[in-house]
């Protein structure tokens, strides 16, 4: 409901609902979590079926009711849960929404949907997308916009990062088999784990001291793109909550690191990922694409530039970017990713390189934000990333597309300057 009402993060909701539910056993919250996020992920099919039961839409006052059916239709068609009880309780939420005059529609629809044997197939992989964002991904990815719709509707396993200087892969998979924890190594990069099956982050050998992290395989390309150098002055640019900023500073001893980023609360959780595993880092609160308000004037060996996007590559991880997302963010993405891209430019050292990422897999943030870089800066070169196994490897650097070798979508290019 926070989510589709006023637009909140699935996340940030499940945070505000979970924390306010001391009476919830563990069940109930994965329950819990795991209608939030199927309702989500299957919030456009759901809704075209809603729309063939009812004569006409619910008023915007009303917004709790289509959640509540949502939730209940999702049950049938997606979970398959037994019938009645998927009913009774959904009616049952009507009351506590204090509107039980709907007791009546909300049954009636139901169990028009179980009478017609409504069942959310294959057939409603495109309708469980908004449109637009189908649209953009048929013009960029011709070819591969079915399997991107696929994995988008895959549950993103649990992928952590183990600092590999602290402990070898199969010392940590001992550790996790030595308390019941089924993980695998990742089959490309050498620092990730993916668990079978998501589990508190408490429950984690070496969470608390920061042998390990939480972070998808495709994002712990970044720092080993940097390829950074004892000594070296980094900034990591757009850095909260830090997680590029820890594996950085894990990677290589002696950084100068300064983390970036315009929101202080956000700026508060790399604060508690350095406590967590120890390390330091000199944080700015500052927006990257306004240096002279921040910048002290001492240029940088290496620059991350892991800029706000569409998060389109992630949204197996964030079924909410379904719901959240407009078409007409593209393109004021892509107007802050430039003005960010060119001030971070002027503080890069000659012969410096700048890392740019994103989590998106639209052109238009990526290869071509790329393209119109090198075009407008005489200095600039592209210089990788450069991979043979993995990515698609296109003009301006590398994409890699949701799903492939169990990744998220990203996409990376490396940037040298010229004296
Ligand atoms: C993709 S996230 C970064 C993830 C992070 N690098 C990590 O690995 O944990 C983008 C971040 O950019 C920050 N941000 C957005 N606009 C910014 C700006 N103009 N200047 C600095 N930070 C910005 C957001 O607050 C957000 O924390």
């Known amino acids: 409901m926070m989510v589709i009402g006023p637009g909140r993060s699935l996340d940030d909701a499940l945070r505000v609902v979970l924390d306010k539910s001391e009476d919830m056993d563990g069940r109930d919250k994965a329950l819990c979590r795991a209608l939030a996020y199927g309702v989500c992920r299957w919030y456009f099919a759901l809704q075209l079926v809603i729309a063939e039961y009812l004569k006409k839409p619910f008023k915007q006052k009303d917004k709790d009711l289509e959640a509540i059916l949502l939730m209940g239709l999702y049950q049938i068609t997606i979970m398959k849960i037994d019938h009645h009880a998927a009913v009774n309780e959904t009616v049952k939420l009507t009351q506590q929404q204090n509107k039980a005059w709907a007791k009546g529609l909300v049954n009636a629809v139901l169990r028009g949907v179980i009478r017609d044997n409504v069942s959310i197939t294959e057939a409603y992989l495109e309708k469980s997308y908004p449109p637009w964002l189908v649209d953009r991904l048929v013009e960029d990815w011709p070819d591969q916009y079915k399997s991107i719709l696929v994995a988008g509707n895959q549950r993103a396993p649990m992928s952590l990062r183990f600092d590999t200087k602290q402990m070898s892969v199969d010392d940590y998979l001992q550790d996790l088999r030595d308390r019941s924890i089924v993980a695998a190594a990742h089959e490309l990069i050498e620092s990730a784990i993916i668990l079978d099956k998501p589990c508190e982050v408490d429950l984690l050998p070496g969470f608390s001291t920061g ?9 712990q390309i970044a720092a080993k793109l940097l390829d950074c150098k004892a000594g070296m002055r980094v900034l990591d640019a757009c850095a909260a909550p830090g997680g590029k900023t820890v594996h950085l500073l894990q990677s290589t001893d002696n950084l100068h690191l300064v983390a970036l980023d315009q929101d202080q609360s956000r700026l508060d959780l790399i604060v508690q990922n350095l406590k967590r595993t120890g390390l330091s880092a000199q944080l700015v609160c ?7 308000d921040w910048f002290d004037g001492q240029l940088f060996d290496r620059i991350l530039a892991d800029v706000p996007c569409s998060a389109s590559g992630v949204i197996r991880r964030h079924p909410d970017i379904k719901i959240l997302r407009r078409r007409s963010d ?4 892509v107007d802050l990713q430039r003005k960010i891209l060119t001030a971070l430019w002027s503080l890069l050292k000659p012969e410096g390189v700048l890392v ?13 934000q790329i393209d119109w870089f090198v075009q407008n800066h005489e200095n600039a070169k592209v210089i990788g990333p450069k991979s043979v196994q993995w990515g698609d490897q296109r003009p301006g650097g590398l994409q890699l597309l949701p799903g492939s070798h169990n990744m998220d979508g990203f996409f990376y290019a490396c940037l040298r300057k010229s004296t």
């Open 286 to 292: 500052g927006d990257a694409g306004s240096p002279e």
């Open 356 to 368: 740019y990422s994103t989590c998106s897999i639209f052109k238009d943030e990526n290869e071509r």
């Open 211 to 219: 042998v390990v992290s939480v972070q998808d395989p495709a994002a």
């Open 330 to 333: 593209i393109d004021k993405l």
